[in-house]
T-cell receptor, first 111, second 118 residues
Framework: DQQVKQNSPSLSVQEGRISILNCDYTNSMFDYFLWYKKYPAEGPTFLISISSIKDKNEDGRFTVFLNKSAKHLSLHIVPSQPGDSAVYFCAAMDSNYQLIWGAGTKLIIKP | DAGITQSPRHKVTETGTPVTLRCHQTENHRYMYWYRQDPGHGLRLIHYSYGVKDTDKGEVSDGYSVSRSKTEDFLLTLESATSSQTSVYFC?????????????????FGPGTRLLVL
């Protein structure tokens, strides 16, 4: 049973608009979350993270929101750019300090 | 970019043959990880290492073994490859991990090895 779920396999957004990628988790003990971005034929690269003591973390165009009561986090990209087209993975750190990954969401930015 | 290379980048092999994948880092990071990525599953941890000769199992370790005789190299071996081991394999490194994990830390990934077992 997947503990980290990204229910949208793909998302298409117009260039310049906001992209919102969602992630749900089931384990309330998770206390650190990360987003990674992956281009084809490359390894994932770290994008942004958030600790459970916060509800928001910003880095430039990227903002991650955490709603612990709903066990939900989201990644906002504003404004979306063509180079943002990639697969985005949500990951959570478990009590063994191992990362539990979602299945990923493919983001397509349309010109 | 973190200095992580994986070899080979692509491999086709037959069921029952042994396969070894290599991960090499130039960052002198203590922790190294092997993941596999399959459609619908994201990345799943196979094994990880927290120092030379120190390794532990991850979520999907059955059918895999690892070795780390030098800080810079982490080998993943499929003793007798099966078709279910067809996947993309990623190596990752981090400076800290386990109970010493720093919340400023992240894992850096290699480019991946695409393995097809026929």
């Amino acid at each position: 049973d997947q503990q980290v779920k990204q229910n949208s396999p793909s998302l298409s957004v117009q260039e310049g608009r906001i992209s919102i990628l969602n992630c749900d988790y089931t384990n309330s003990m998770f206390d650190y979350f990360l987003w990674y971005k992956k281009y084809p034929a490359e390894g994932p690269t770290f994008l942004i993270s958030i600790s459970s003591i916060k509800d928001k973390n910003e880095d430039g165009r990227f903002t991650v929101f955490l709603n612990k009561s709903a066990k939900h986090l989201s990644l906002h990209i504003v404004p979306s750019q063509p180079g943002d087209s990639a697969v985005y993975f949500c990951a959570a750190m478990d009590s063994n300090y191992q990362l539990i990954w979602g299945a990923g969401t493919k983001l397509i930015i349309k010109p | 970019d973190a200095g992580i290379t994986q070899s080979p980048r692509h491999k086709v092999t037959e069921t029952g043959t042994p396969v070894t994948l290599r991960c090499h880092q130039t960052e002198n990071h203590r922790y190294m990880y092997w993941y596999r990525q399959d459609p619908g599953h994201g990345l799943r941890l196979i094994h990880y290492s927290y120092g030379v000769k120190d390794t532990d199992k991850g979520e999907v370790s059955d059918g895999y073994s690892v070795s780390r005789s030098k800080t810079e190299d982490f080998l993943l071996t499929l003793e007798s490859a099966t078709s279910s081991q067809t996947s993309v394999y990623f190596c990752a490194i981090s400076e800290s991990g386990g109970v010493a994990w720093s919340y400023q830390e992240t894992q850096y990934f290699g480019p991946g090895t695409r393995l097809l077992v026929l």
